[in-house]
C-alpha cells in the first residue's frame, strides 16, 4: 500500500517535472520564428476552418434549445424578452465557449495527439531530428498558436450563430418579436461579456492543443499506443477544459 | 571518426548496452550485427543523440555528444545522413518535400535545393517520382526515398538502421548495391546496423558483432567468415541453439 502510494507519488512529480520540460523547450523554440512562421497558418487553416462546421452546428441547436427553454421556464412569470438576456448571455458566457471547447476538444486534441503519436512510433520525430530539426518549433508551436488565436474566432462565430438562431427561434416559434428580442439582448449586456468568453476560449485553445502535443510526442507502443494517447488527449482536454472554466469564473466573474 | 566509449544503456531496468566499444575509422563501412533486440538500433541512436547515455559516451570527431548544447548537436546532424529501419518518411510531404526538407533547413538557395533533390533521386533510381507521397510507394521504394534524403545532405557519415530488413532478396541487392553506390560517390563513413549476412558481407569493410550488450567479435569480413567464435559461427550460419 505504501509502496503503492510511494510509486504514484514518484510518478506524479515526474509527470509534472516532464509537462514543466516541455512548456520551458516550447518556449524556448519561439525563437526558431523561420520553422514556426510558415507552418502556423497551415495549421491555423486546419484548427480553424477544418473545425468551424462541428462548432457552427452545435451552436446553432444551442441556440434554439436556450430560446425555447427560456420561454418554459419564464412563461407567465418573466417578460418574454428576457429569452434574448438569456440566449445572448449564456452563449456569450458559457455555452459557446464551453460546448465549442468541448467538442473540439475531440476534434482538435484527439487529431493531435493521433498524428503527433502515429509520427512519434514510426520514427518521424527522429527524423526530423536528425535533419536538425526542433520538433517543438516544427510541430508544437505552430499548433498551439494556431489552437490558441484560431479558437476565439471560431468561438466568436459559434456565439453569434447561437444567437442568431436564438432569434430566429424567438421569431418563428414564441412569437417574440425582433425589437424584444433584441431589446432583451441588450438589457445587461456588458463589453466584459464578450471578452470574457473570447478570452476564456483562447485559454481553452492553448490547453487542448499543448495537451494534444504533449501526449501525442509521449506515444509509446505502437497502433494501440496511439489509441491510448488519442482517448488520453480528449479525456484530460476535456477535463482541464472545465476546470479551466470553473478557474475564469472564479478569478474574472466574481 | 566515431568512437562508441563504454557506453551503457537501460530501459526500464533491462541492461541492453554493457559497455558496448567500438571504433569507426573514417572513410570505412562497419556492420554491426547481432540478434534481434540485442541494442544494435540503440547504439546507433547515440551517435546522433537520439538516445543519452546511462554511461559512457559516443565521439564523434573528437566531440562527445551527450555533452553537446543544442546548437552544436544541430550542427553535428548536419553532418550525420540517418536512414531508419522503416525510413521515416513524413507522410503528409510528397517525396521530394521529403528529400527537400533538410535542405530548407540549411538555409540553401532554392535552385540549389532543385538540383540536390533531383541529383539524390537519380542516385537511387527514383527519379520521376517527386510528386507521389509515400502511402503510394513500396517498402523498398521508401527506404531508398530515405537514402535519397540523407545522401541529398552531402553527409560525411552514413548511418543505416536495418537498411533490408523486410525487404525481398532482389530488393535487398539492390539496396546494399545502393549503399556501396553512396559510400564511392561520397565517400562517406558508414555505419550499418543489421542482421542480414548477406548484407553485411557485400557492403562491410569490417563487421562487429554486438552480443550481451558488448562487441563480442570484430574483424575484417574475411575475419567473420572464417571466425572460430562458438556465439559468432552460430549467428553468421544462421544455426538455432
Not at chain 1, 430560446?67 to 445572448?88: D, E, I, K, R, W
Not at chain 1, 438562431?165 to 417574440?176: H, K, V, Y
Not at chain 2, 513500396?138 to 536495418?162: F, H, N, T
Amino acid at each position: 500500500m505504501i509502496a503503492h502510494v510511494g510509486r504514484s507519488a514518484v510518478a506524479g512529480i515526474k509527470a509534472v517535472g516532464r509537462f514543466g520540460q516541455f512548456v520551458s523547450d516550447m518556449v524556448r523554440a519561439l525563437s526558431d520564428v523561420a520553422t514556426w512562421g510558415r507552418l502556423t497558418p497551415v495549421q491555423m487553416r486546419r484548427v480553424g476552418v477544418d473545425s468551424l462546421p462541428v462548432a457552427l452546428f452545435i451552436a446553432a441547436f444551442t441556440g434554439v434549445v436556450l430560446a425555447l427553454q427560456a420561454s418554459y421556464t419564464f412563461t407567465g412569470t418573466v417578460p418574454l424578452y428576457f429569452v434574448g438576456t438569456l440566449v445572448g448571455k449564456t452563449m456569450m458566457l458559457e455555452l459557446g465557449p464551453v460546448l465549442a471547447g468541448l467538442a473540439l476538444a475531440g476534434r482538435v486534441g484527439a487529431s493531435m495527439a493521433a498524428e503527433l503519436g502515429t509520427m512519434r512510433v514510426t520514427e518521424q520525430v527522429d527524423a526530423l531530428e536528425t535533419l536538425a530539426y526542433d520538433p517543438q518549433s516544427y510541430l508544437v508551436v505552430p499548433r498551439v498558436l494556431a489552437g490558441t488565436a484560431m479558437f476565439p474566432v471560431i468561438v466568436a462565430l459559434a456565439i453569434l450563430t447561437g444567437i442568431l438562431t436564438g432569434w430566429l427561434a424567438s421569431l418563428l416559434l414564441l412569437d417574440l418579436s425582433t425589437q424584444e428580442f433584441i431589446k432583451g439582448l441588450k438589457l445587461f449586456y456588458r463589453f466584459k461579456d464578450t471578452w470574457f468568453g473570447l478570452f476564456k476560449s483562447a485559454t481553452f485553445g492553448f490547453t487542448i492543443t499543448l495537451v494534444g502535443c504533449i501526449v501525442g510526442l509521449g506515444t509509446r507502443g505502437g497502433a494501440e499506443g496511439v489509441g491510448r494517447s488519442t482517448m488520453q488527449a480528449v479525456v484530460y482536454s476535456a477535463v482541464l477544459l472545465l476546470m479551466l472554466d470553473a478557474f475564469w469564473a472564479m478569478v474574472l466573474l466574481r | 571518426m566515431i568512437q562508441f566509449q563504454d557506453l551503457h544503456k537501460a530501459f526500464d531496468g533491462k541492461q541492453v548496452l554493457t559497455g558496448f566499444t567500438l571504433d569507426v575509422k573514417d572513410g570505412e563501412t562497419l556492420v554491426i550485427i547481432g540478434y534481434s533486440g540485442s541494442g544494435k538500433s540503440v547504439a546507433l541512436k547515440h551517435v546522433v543523440g537520439l538516445l543519452h547515455p546511462d554511461a559512457g559516451d559516443v565521439t564523434v570527431d573528437g566531440r562527445a555528444v551527450s555533452t553537446l548544447d543544442r546548437p552544436s548537436l544541430a550542427a553535428l546532424r548536419r553532418e550525420i545522413g540517418f536512414v531508419f529501419q522503416f525510413a521515416a518518411l513524413f507522410d503528409s510531404l510528397n517525396v521530394a518535400d521529403n528529400v527537400r526538407l533538410g535542405l530548407e533547413r540549411r538555409g540553401l538557395p532554392a535552385d540549389e535545393i532543385a538540383e540536390r533533390v533531383r541529383e539524390a533521386l537519380a542516385l537511387v533510381d527514383l527519379t520521376g517520382t517527386d510528386d507521389r507521397y509515400p502511402a503510394e510507394l513500396s517498402g523498398g521504394m521508401r527506404k531508398r526515398v530515405g537514402i535519397a534524403r540523407a545522401i541529398a545532405l552531402r553527409p560525411r557519415y552514413m548511418l543505416y538502421d536495418e537498411p533490408t530488413t523486410g525487404l525481398d532478396p532482389v530488393t535487398s541487392a539492390v539496396m546494399d548495391r545502393l549503399m556501396v553506390r553512396t559510400r564511392e560517390h561520397l565517400g562517406v563513413t558508414g555505419v550499418v546496423v543489421t542482421h542480414d549476412m548477406r548484407s553485411a558481407y557485400t557492403v562491410g569493410d569490417r563487421i562487429a558483432m554486438l552480443y550481451e550488450g558488448r562487441v563480442r567479435q570484430v574483424g575484417t569480413v574475411e575475419e567473420i567468415r572464417q571466425t572460430e567464435d562458438p556465439v559468432v559461427r552460430q549467428f553468421i550460419e544462421g544455426r538455432p541453439s
